[in-house]
């Protein structure tokens, strides 16, 4: 079994910066791909960015492309995300996901462990 733990989650206003953390125990050896995915009341959840397990493969959700840079520390089993230039309409939850995937898709269902999320707040 795997673990996650988000943190980092806040209130900001809109332009504003935070930087996510998701730390991983347990069985991390066999983690491959991990991601960010958020969800708004009321809406499905989103795949916001995803990584492989070297950090050779991303990608990014059309919407937060340009603003939001994910990157993994396997040696810390920790995975970060760094959201820049943010908008009221990254308002959400925040959730962490792992995977046995190689791929890092953007698939909330391709993914196994998942945190209980950080709630991030933009206001206008």
């Known amino acids: 079994q795997v673990q996650l733990v988000e943190s980092g989650g806040g209130s900001v206003q809109a332009g504003g910066s935070l930087r996510l953390s998701c730390a991983a125990s347990g069985y991390t050896s066999s983690i491959n791909a991990m991601g960010w995915f958020r969800q708004a009341p009321r809406k499905e959840r989103e795949g916001v960015a995803t990584?492989?397990?070297?950090?050779?493969?991303?990608r990014y959700g059309d919407s937060v492309s340009g603003r939001f840079t994910i990157s993994r520390d396997n040696a810390k089993s920790t995975l970060y995300l760094q959201m820049n230039i943010l908008k009221p309409e990254d308002t959400a939850m925040y959730y962490c996901?792992?995977?046995?995937?190689?791929?890092?898709?953007?698939?909330?269902?391709?993914?196994?462990?998942w945190g209980q999320g950080t709630q991030v707040t933009v206001s206008s």
């Open positions: 996901a792992a995977g046995l995937l190689n791929t890092p898709e953007l698939v909330p269902g391709r993914y196994k462990y």
């Open positions: 990584i492989d397990r070297d950090g050779d493969r991303i």
